[in-house]
């Protein structure tokens, strides 16, 4: 259950809820975290800024991948809200069944590159408390990765660092999207499940 129930449409300032029609496109939904950080405009419209400019992508990371990172993220977090988000953006992105199914296991995994594995290990590193990143999986990263395509992915983790903290600490109520993603995706493999998040 909630701590803070999410606000709706009617409730939402006319201009910030314009903003974040942004959140549609990748997920289908108006995501109920915004909508809790609505009751401080300016949180929630500075939020959407940052998703929008973490999510862009300008270099060799994809924005199917920049999702699978954020799972990645949220996976060692714990947090089954935005594990469910991930799978659904990445979905949303064209991401194949078998990826999605198995990102978790990435290691064990054919669907991923080389490259993409280095970068889903650097955020299981960086996602987990203490920090995990150490010079073995800096020097995979690097031999991978260019150091512009690095700082998008290093703002990944860190942005669903931010939403792993926020969604797990006020049981935000998962929408019916995500909830389907997950389990498509994620409840045979892992042990997710919508949990508090209901």
């Not at 990435?106 to 990143?133: D, T």
């Not at 903290?165 to 994620?186: C, F, H, Q, V």
């Amino acid at each position: 259950m909630p701590i803070v129930s999410p606000l709706e449409d009617r409730e939402i300032d006319r201009t910030l809820m314009e903003s974040l029609q942004f959140f549609k496109g990748p997920l289908g939904v108006i995501p109920n975290s915004v909508r809790t950080m609505a009751y401080r405009p300016k949180v929630a419209a500075a939020f959407t800024m940052l998703n929008a400019a973490v999510m862009e992508c300008h270099g060799q990371v994809t924005p199917e991948f920049k999702r699978l990172l954020g799972y990645a993220t949220s996976f060692v977090s714990g947090c089954g809200y935005c594990q469910a988000h991930t799978i659904l953006g990445a979905e949303r992105f064209g991401s194949s069944p078998d990826r999605l199914e198995s990102v978790w296991d990435f290691e064990n995994s054919p669907c991923f590159s080389e490259a993409e594995k280095a970068a889903l290990a650097f955020a299981r590193a960086a996602a987990s408390v203490p920090c995990g990143v150490d010079e073995p999986i800096i020097d995979e990263l690097r031999a991978h990765w260019s150091d512009e395509d690095i700082v998008e992915i290093t703002a990944v983790i860190a942005l669903f660092g931010f939403l792993n903290r926020w969604n797990d600490s006020m049981g935000t109520a998962l929408e019916d999207l995500p909830i389907a993603a997950g389990e498509k995706y994620l409840a045979r493999g892992t042990s997710w499940e919508v949990g508090k998040h209901r």
